[in-house]
């Protein structure tokens, strides 16, 4: 792992717009998707293993929620990413350094127009859980406006 992370470093030289989390965040994104399409990292061709921009994408918007919930926007805010063109920019400067592969069909375009990140994390997210947030209020002594 240690020369994956000198080989980001080395991206974060020439591109600084991006902190390596996020760029940990996208293998990880990568690998939730793989996963949940049936497509090991272990099988045997590229094309068995190969997911579309937009596949990562719907990957990367159930990922995040699964893993940040509601602070997923801000993480991506803070890490540098601010549309899902940022996804695609991360995704081809790992590509450029050897650490992704792509497909002959594959472009930076694939990442474009998929979804609007603050609609997404932002104001269309919903708490599943069953935290009740206007008992807990009431219990406190703040009334509803």
Known sequence: MTKTWNKIKEIIKKDPRYLPQAYQFVFEALDYTTNILGKSQHKTTDLERHVTGKQ??????????????FMALTLFEQWGIKQGEDFGNIVFNL????????????????????????????????????????LSLNALGIKKR
């Open 95 to 134: 590509v450029e350094n050897g650490l992704m592969g792509k497909t002959e069909t594959d472009t930076i375009e694939d990442f474009k127009n998929i979804y609007d990140i603050k609609k997404v994390f932002d104001e269309e997210f919903r708490f599943d859980g069953k935290y009740d947030i206007q």
């Open 56 to 69: 990562l994408m719907e990957g990367v918007r159930q990922y995040a929620i699964k893993q940040f919930g």
